[in-house]
C-alpha cells in the first residue's frame, strides 16, 4: 500500500495518490480580482491540469465539494460548472456556503478522483 505525494510543500500536497484514488487539495482561481464566471473557470481549469498530471480526467471525478463565498453566486458557478463536467460523468457533489481564506475568493473546490 503505498501513497505517492506531488507537488508537496510544508503545508499539503497538491496531489496525493492511494490505492487507485487521486485526492486534490483546495483549488481557487487564477485571479480573484475576477467575478465568479471567470474565478469557477480557472479554478475547474486548474482541478483539469492536476486530474491530468496525476493520471487522471474529469470523467474520473468521484466527488467534488464546492464552497462559495456566498450562495448568491449558485447559479453563476452551476452554469460554468455544468458546461465543464461531460454529459453523464457528475460526480457526487456538495455545494456549501463558506467563509473564504481571502475575501476576494468567491470559489474553492476539493475533488477527489480515480485513476484512469
Known amino acids: 500500500m503505498s501513497i505517492e505525494r506531488l507537488e508537496t510543500g510544508a503545508r499539503m500536497s497538491r496531489i496525493v495518490k492511494h490505492n487507485g484514488t487521486v485526492y486534490l487539495c483546495g483549488q481557487v482561481c487564477s485571479d480573484a480580482?475576477?467575478?465568479i464566471t471567470e474565478q469557477t473557470q480557472t479554478m475547474l481549469d486548474k482541478?483539469?491540469?492536476?486530474?491530468e498530471q496525476a493520471?487522471?480526467?474529469k470523467k474520473?471525478?468521484?466527488s467534488a465539494t464546492i464552497?462559495?463565498?456566498?450562495?448568491e453566486?449558485?447559479?453563476?458557478?452551476n452554469a460554468v460548472w455544468d458546461a465543464w463536467v461531460p454529459e453523464g460523468y457528475a460526480p457526487a457533489r456538495a455545494c456549501v456556503e463558506a467563509k473564504m481564506a481571502r475575501d476576494a475568493l468567491l470559489v474553492e473546490i476539493s475533488v477527489?478522483?480515480?485513476l484512469k
Request: proline share 0%.
Open 33 to 35: 480580482e475576477q467575478n
Open 47 to 51: 482541478v483539469e491540469a492536476l486530474l
Open 112 to 114: 477527489v478522483a480515480a
Open 67 to 71: 464552497y462559495v463565498k456566498s450562495m
Open 55 to 57: 493520471g487522471s480526467s
Open 60 to 62: 474520473h471525478m468521484l
Open 73 to 77: 453566486y449558485f447559479s453563476d458557478m
